[in-house]
């Protein structure tokens, strides 16, 4: 028999009458739900804990190949098949690889919840990667690789990572490399999805119109044929922790600005100061009213775009600064964003300011609940990370609970100079 568990959520208007929902299915499926009742449509995700931090050198971009290897065909559904399956009904298909997850997913109106459990299914279980889509698809993402060259506001962050996550996993591209997109075959797809997608590591989301009873159901019924079998997965390397020596790599390119991206290595989504680091980087780099926003391209006009950003990872993660200028101007804005990563660890933020930021987290948030796909996102990778909901009131709660001391240890416990890893490119 399955396992359910039903906690109803006493929140704000925005999540007014959601009922939250897991079950554990007998061959370990993991099916959690959020219903909203107000609403007529349904986002559905199926989450594999797999990405590109469990390849190596040699099959590196493979988890995002298969992504894209599913929609060329199953057993009966071709190409077209599939495009026009959900479209056909208004609804939505697509998928999305990360570091550390892979997704598929759709959204539909309540009433075509079980076409989309199908379809859904067909592709993880049913992809039968014929030797000429594999072809033609190699090129489309090979192409995919190039135009991310091509932007080097883009790319700058591949590079960023690799050079702060040397000779690790976590240093290589979700998409691969031309050579290992070049290489891979039928076999290759078919040994990835034995070796990984298993019962035991999928998650299947909903959120919306959804009832969790039918919801369970309709897994049972699509998903019940998949079992273990016999699979042990690679152990992930771990993380790093803490950054290395700083680093400084420069590349030249026929482009003409200059890109920076700098930073180190930062906390895990498990960590006990995530919480501080959100506000942090709220209050440096998202938005007009940041202050390396502010500064950098108000102040003193030596940028268009300038931002920060953070990644939390199960064990590790990433803070970093964005910042495209003239050639001219390197110098004198990676002063200013040291300037600015100085100022926050020496003076203590104002009450005003800290509650403004916090504000600005908590509305970014009550905003993404209105999307039944950002819900679905939340509520399985949360499931991933943590196998339990993280209620919105507990995240509002420990985001209403950070201080300005906390904000300014986690300056100074992350922004060392000496171990920030910096990346140019540079026009040739």
């Known amino acids: 028999m399955s396992k359910s568990k039903m906690t109803p959520l006493q929140t704000d208007r925005a999540t007014e009458r959601a009922q939250y929902a897991k079950t554990v299915l007998d061959n370990g499926i993991r099916v959690v739900s959020e219903t909203i009742p107000h609403v007529r449509s349904a986002s559905i995700g199926v989450w594999a804990e797999v990405g590109s931090r469990d390849e190596n050198e040699n099959c590196n971009g493979i988890s995002h190949f298969l992504e894209h290897m599913v929609f060329k065909g199953t057993k009966k ?14 609804g939505y298909l697509n998928a999305f690889t990360t570091k550390e997850q892979t997704c598929f997913y759709a959204r ?8 989309a459990m199908d379809v859904l299914a067909d592709l993880l279980l049913n992809a039968t990667f014929k030797k000429e889509e594999i ?40 998409i691969g490399t031309e050579a290992n997109l070049r290489r891979f075959q039928r076999g290759d797809l078919r040994s990835h999805v034995a070796m990984y997608y298993l019962p035991t590591r999928l998650v299947i989301a909903a959120a919306g119109n959804v ?3 039918m919801l369970v159901k309709l897994v049972e019924r699509y998903f019940k044929n998949l079992r273990m079998n016999g699979s042990v997965p690679q152990k992930r390397q771990s993380g790093p922790t803490a950054a290395s020596k700083a680093s400084r790599t420069e590349y030249a390119r026929p482009i003409n600005q200059a890109h920076i991206c700098m930073g180190t290595v930062g906390y895990s989504i498990r960590h006990k100061n995530r919480y501080p680091l959100l506000i942090l980087n ?49 110098a004198a804005a990676l002063e200013l964003v040291h300037r600015e990563l100085d100022r926050i660890k020496t003076r203590p933020i ?20 209105e999307n039944m796909s950002g819900r679905m996102i939340r509520l399985g990778s949360s499931e991933l990370y943590f196998e339990s909901y993280i209620s919105l009131d507990s995240i509002l709660k420990r985001v209403d609970g950070v201080t300005p001391e906390a904000i300014m240890y986690t300056a100074n416990d992350l922004f060392n100079e000496d171990d920030f890893t910096t990346v140019i490119i540079h026009p040739s």
């Open 77 to 90: 559904r071709s190409v077209l098949d599939i495009a026009q399956s959900l479209e056909s009904l208004g």
């Open 108 to 115: 539909v109106l309540d009433s075509n919840i079980e076409e």
């Open 135 to 174: 072809e033609k698809e190699r090129l489309v993402v090979v192409e995919e690789l190039r135009s991310a060259e091509d932007d080097p506001e883009d790319i700058i962050h591949d590079y960023f990572e690799k050079a702060l996550f040397p000779r690790h996993s976590l240093g290589f591209p979700i």
């Open 211 to 213: 009832n969790h009873h």
């Open 282 to 330: 709220a209050l440096l780099g998202e938005g007009m009213s940041s202050r390396l926003y502010q500064s950098i391209r108000e102040h003193h006009g030596l940028a268009y775009s300038v931002y920060s950003f953070v990644s939390m990872l199960s064990d590790t993660g990433v803070f970093g600064t964005y910042v495209g200028t003239e050639k001219k101007n390197v």
């Open 350 to 369: 104002s009450r005003a300011e800290l509650d403004r930021t916090k504000s600005q987290i908590k509305g970014t948030m009550m905003l993404g609940l």
